[in-house]
Structures are given as structure tokens and as C-alpha cells.
């Protein structure tokens, strides 16, 4: 029998330059909930009326960092540690934000490989 709460893990990968980041194996419903809330802007709206929100795809590769990152290896031009702040994230080089955004991707899809895996093993043993 299986959990199906989230575990608490943390995963070390490599960046460029000898750079890393460490990050959660996996969000929890709720984690993942906040993440896309952090993808909504408010709509313009006339004073007095209720404020409304769109979802903005191009928030969501920054929602996806601060949801899944926990540390990093990232240093000022003095040397450093960078803290781990939206702040932060905005100020990086695009090409810094865009490694660090492409490693966690790929890290999500690694582990959904995994899930996939483990459910079609489950399941052909339920059929055994």
C-alpha cells in the first residue's frame, strides 16, 4: 500500500558554470494551488467595481521557481550567496532565468515519467 501524500524530498541539480539548484522533488496540491494564484493579474476596473483576475502564462515559469525552489548556488558580483527572492528572480540574466526555469521543467517531467511508470507497474500487478 501507498501514501498519497506528498513526501518531503529534496533534489541537487546541476546548472551551468558549476552552478546548482536544489529544489522540491515534488509540489503538494497546495503548493501547486499557490503557484498558479502567483500567475493571476488583477483586470482594470473602474473604482467601485469588484476587482477580477486573468491568468497570465508568462507569470508561470516564475510562479513554478518560487514554488519549487528551496536553494541555490547563485552569488553577487562580490561573491555573495544571491537570496532566493522574487526580487532576485526578476533581476537575474534571461539566459540565467531561462537555464534555471528549463532544469526545473525538466525535472517535473522526469518525475512524471516516473509516476506514469510506477501506475502502469501497479496496475498489471492488480491484474496479475
Given at each position: 500500500m501507498r501514501t498519497r501524500i506528498v513526501a518531503p524530498a529534496i533534489e541537487r541539480l546541476t546548472l551551468s558554470e558549476g552552478d546548482w539548484i536544489e529544489i522540491k522533488r515534488e509540489l503538494t496540491v497546495g503548493?501547486?494551488?499557490e503557484m498558479y494564484i502567483a500567475t493571476r493579474?488583477?483586470?482594470p476596473a473602474d473604482p467601485g467595481d469588484?476587482?477580477?483576475y486573468d491568468y497570465d502564462p508568462a507569470l508561470l515559469p516564475r510562479a513554478r521557481a518560487e514554488a519549487y525552489l528551496l536553494r541555490w548556488s547563485l552569488v553577487?558580483?562580490?561573491g555573495a550567496?544571491?537570496?532566493?527572492?522574487?526580487d532576485v528572480l526578476d533581476r537575474l540574466e534571461p539566459d540565467t532565468f531561462q537555464e534555471l526555469s528549463d532544469t526545473i521543467e525538466k525535472h517535473r517531467e522526469v518525475i512524471s515519467e516516473?509516476?506514469?511508470?510506477r501506475r502502469t507497474?501497479?496496475?498489471s500487478l492488480a491484474i496479475s
Open positions: 503548493e501547486e494551488r493579474r488583477p483586470r469588484p476587482v477580477t553577487d558580483a562580490a550567496p544571491l537570496e532566493l527572492s522574487r516516473e509516476k506514469k511508470r507497474e501497479m496496475a
